[in-house]
């Protein structure tokens, strides 16, 4: 049942997402078309006057509309997420969503699931756009702009001939990390919205952002508890550096030393934000099932 419940939550965000993207596209191609004329027109020395002038003008306004319009739609993605998780659990529409045969916490977890789905998208979709952008608007000569991509591959060459296959390691911590960290944010937006639903009636989105704040000086508390322990032998492993050669040379056992010695402090926020991720959803689940009242 939980399938059915992700593939129905993730077909109602993509009505308004999907359309949101395809929209991110095509501000990516105007404000691309935009600069590549203005960069090719700077280049050729082109003068600003009569049509070339006006053109110049208009697509570098444009280009910059474009660019705030794509920073909007990341932004969107976040609230239209948002937005359904409230209307679908805190409003009319929770008559409907409680009645399914289906728990607490299959509901809980397909509003996550699907969450973190579209936050995945939306992130590829950017990363998709500014590299179009990169290669196609930024060469006030070419058509296409290699460059940048040539000094990438130069970067990472030297860190293969360096490490070589040892940097895959570090590379899936951070993306791990990475997943269990929006997790705990979404977790966070989510057990506002619920709490801030149950002590409220009339001004149901004010007190979430209240809730919140609330939720975040807590969790701030107990990082700032935690950090204070970590800091005294934080502090010895950073002084540890000092004796390590950096040259070249030693490069992969300069390597080594620094992932090895940052291990503890990576897990130990990795255990910590895992906890308190869990301890958002039980909450959720909590006040979902036992104290929600949409009457």
């Given at each position: 049942m939980l399938g059915k419940l992700i593939k129905h939550d993730f077909n109602s965000l993509s009505r308004v997402l999907f359309p949101?993207?395809?929209?991110?596209?095509?501000?990516?191609?105007?404000?691309?078309?935009?600069?590549?004329?203005?960069?090719?027109?700077?280049?050729?020395?082109?003068?600003?006057?009569?049509?070339?002038?006006?053109?110049?003008?208009?697509?570098?306004?444009?280009?910059?509309?474009?660019?705030?319009?794509?920073?909007?739609?990341?932004?969107?993605?976040?609230?239209?997420?948002?937005?359904?998780?409230?209307?679908?659990?805190?409003?009319?529409?929770?008559?409907?969503?409680?009645?399914?045969?289906?728990?607490?916490?299959?509901?809980?977890?397909?509003?996550?699931?699907?969450?973190?789905?579209?936050?995945?998208?939306?992130?590829?979709?950017?990363?998709?756009?500014?590299?179009?952008?990169?290669?196609?608007?930024?060469?006030?000569?070419?058509?296409?702009?290699?460059?940048?991509?040539?000094?990438?591959?130069?970067?990472?060459?030297?860190?293969?001939?360096?490490?070589?296959?040892?940097?895959?390691?570090?590379?899936?911590?951070?993306?791990?990390?990475?997943?269990?960290?929006?997790?705990?944010?979404?977790?966070?937006?989510?057990l506002a919205l619920i709490i801030g639903g149950i002590v409220s009636q009339k001004h149901k989105i004010l007190a979430s952002i209240g809730f919140y704040f609330v939720i975040n000086i807590a969790i701030s508390i107990v990082s700032t508890i935690v950090q204070y322990f970590l800091a005294g032998s934080m502090v010895i492993t950073f002084e540890g550096f000092n004796g390590v050669r950096w040259d070249a040379q030693s490069g992969l056992a300069a390597y080594n030393y620094i992932v090895s010695a940052l291990q503890p402090y990576f897990w130990s926020y990795f255990v910590l934000t895992a906890a308190i991720g869990a301890a958002l959803f039980v909450l959720s689940h909590y006040f979902l099932k036992n104290k929600l009242n949409l009457e």
């Open positions: 949101t993207q395809l929209a991110v596209f095509g501000a990516t191609i105007i404000a691309t078309i935009g600069f590549a004329i203005n960069f090719k027109a700077e280049y050729n020395h082109v003068q600003m006057g009569g049509f070339v002038g006006l053109m110049r003008l208009i697509t570098g306004f444009l280009s910059g509309i474009m660019v705030l319009a794509i920073i909007a739609a990341s932004i969107l993605v976040a609230f239209i997420i948002f937005q359904r998780f409230y209307k679908n659990l805190m409003c009319d529409e929770g008559y409907l969503t409680f009645t399914l045969p289906v728990t607490t916490s299959e509901i809980l977890w397909s509003k996550l699931i699907t969450a973190m789905l579209w936050t995945l998208i939306s992130g590829v979709v950017i990363f998709i756009c500014l590299n179009i952008f990169i290669l196609f608007g930024t060469d006030s000569r070419n058509f296409v702009n290699m460059d940048v991509y040539r000094e990438i591959g130069r970067m990472l060459h030297e860190v293969n001939v360096t490490v070589g296959a040892r940097i895959i390691w570090p590379i899936l911590e951070i993306a791990l990390f990475a997943i269990i960290a929006t997790a705990c944010n979404i977790l966070h937006v989510y």
